[in-house]
């Protein structure tokens, strides 16, 4: 007689399933990705237009894909108007001021967006789980975090807040990379293998913070990114839904004839300028 399946067999059986899903092909992700990066270059004008002010808030375990994502959502437009804000650990006279203070002096002005990858979260995560709050300091930043929201939005700022979840087995994978892979080392913070060990930690904190703060003016949406590829496509393609922008007429460019006036060789004075060998 075939015995009855456990609940844990069946987590596992669900979990290797989804790890066999095919691999997006790279012209596929390439193709669909240069469209949806077409598509920010057309809200970038919209945001610079109208002066609409933006924030992204990216969050979630570590390896879970945030710097990959924020790379694929900057790198076809401007940073004067896509600006990413990745703060360092606060100093002292930083922990002396209010919490939100560091953060709220990279809000955007008219026509910004800005990205925090990590953001006042860091409360709700690293922080509390880290030891570097007090239990009434979390507790506290629970209680406001949707109170100070409420005023960011209804000061006319769009707010969009992303939670990126990675599985144990694909953090583990994503860990191990980064210790063999020579351009990659630099990613290993000191936090981050403590991550490993307090995986429930991190697990119960993230709980309690979506608990507290996932509300209906300011929800978190939550981004399976096991595949880094779709995680992409699939969090920008929701970003652009969630942003009621038009595309901008523009103006028909007309490249202009070069003036011969004060013309000279201008070739002639270079060739003995400290050119760099070309290796390559």
Not at 122 to 142: P, S
Not at 259 to 271: F, I, P
Request: charge should be positive; charged fraction near 35%; proline fraction near 4%.
């Amino acid at each position: 007689m075939k015995k009855k399946q456990s609940k844990k067999s069946a987590v596992k059986e669900a979990k290797a399933a989804e790890s066999r899903t095919e691999k997006l092909k790279r012209k596929d992700y390439e193709k669909a990705l240069r469209e949806l990066q077409a598509e920010l270059c057309a809200l970038q004008e919209w945001v610079k237009s109208t002066g609409q002010r933006i924030i992204l808030v990216f969050e979630g375990r570590d390896a879970a894909g945030k710097g990959g994502t924020i790379k694929a959502i900057t790198e076809r437009v401007s940073p004067r108007v896509f600006q990413v804000v990745a703060l360092p650990a606060p100093s002292d006279r930083e922990k002396s001021q209010m919490y939100i203070q560091r953060y709220m002096a990279h809000f955007p002005a008219a026509g910004e967006i800005v990205i925090f990858d990590r953001s006042w979260y860091n409360r709700a995560g690293v922080e509390h789980v880290m030891g570097f709050c007090t239990k009434e300091q979390h507790r506290r930043f629970l209680d406001l975090a949707p109170f100070v929201e409420k005023q960011i939005i209804d000061n006319g700022i769009l707010l969009l807040k992303y939670w990126l979840e990675v599985s144990d087995e694909e953090q583990e994978r994503r860990f191990r990379a980064r210790i063999d892979d020579p351009v990659r080392q630099w990613k290993l913070s000191a936090m981050d293998l403590p991550s490993r060990e307090r995986w429930y930690d991190y697990s119960r904190a993230r709980d309690e913070m979506l608990d507290a703060t996932d509300t209906d003016f300011a929800p978190w949406h939550i981004v399976s990114s096991n595949d880094k590829k779709r995680a992409r496509l699939n969090l920008i393609s929701h970003l652009l839904e969630q942003i009621p922008y038009e595309r901008q007429p523009k103006k028909k460019v007309k490249l202009p004839r070069r003036s011969m006036k004060n013309a000279y060789d201008d070739e002639v004075t270079m060739t003995e300028r400290r050119w760099i060998r070309e290796r390559y």
